[in-house]
């Protein structure tokens, strides 16, 4: 396995929609490379990660809610999309790892349904809600070209690139 290093903003990438992966490309060589996706998140303290913040643009996401926890349990999602969500939502104080040093508070449907094909490429279905509808929600955001500051206000968003700028730029000094 390896780390990658991740994609921060402001950066175009960023904003690209990614590409589905073709049910005959989910073999050995995928599953390694979300392997390598989720020793980058863990090592970076995250619970969720897409291919696109290590730079690459598939539509591929792994999530882990409880790392290193009683409950941890790595999911590997391919080509995931939302078929059901909430009208009621719910507020959850966002953090990215491709925003460094930034947190705010983010309003979502509070459940949703996603299907999405795991990498054994059988099709799942999933119900969630609570933290995890928030970071399946987040993640499909990033698949689709979108930040969790693209929900705030402009001004907000603004604070947000700037100290990711700033400490983006601190990390390669
Ligand atoms: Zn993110």
Request: proline content about 6%; overall charge negative; some cysteine.
């Amino acid at each position: 396995m390896a780390l990658i290093p991740l994609v921060k903003a402001p950066d175009p990438r960023l904003k690209k929609v990614s590409e589905p992966i073709a049910v005959g490309d989910i073999d050995k060589t995928l599953r390694r490379f979300m392997d390598d996706m989720l020793e980058t998140m863990y090592d970076a303290n995250g619970i969720g990660l897409a291919a696109i913040q290590i730079g690459v643009l598939k539509r591929v996401t792994v999530i882990d809610l409880d790392p290193g926890g009683p409950n941890s349990k790595p999911l590997y999602i391919i080509n995931p999309v939302i078929v059901a969500s909430s009208t009621e939502e719910s507020t959850y104080n966002e953090g990215c790892l491709s925003v460094p040093e930034y947190w705010d508070d983010v309003h979502r449907p509070a459940r949703i349904t996603v299907e999405y094909l795991d990498e054994n490429a059988k099709k799942q279905r999933v119900e969630a809600d609570g933290l995890f509808a928030t970071c399946l929600q987040h993640e499909i955001d990033h698949i689709n070209g979108f930040l969790f500051i693209d929900h705030l206000s402009k001004l907000r968003r603004s604070i947000a690139l700037r100290k990711s700028a700033k400490a983006k730029r601190l990390d390669q000094d």
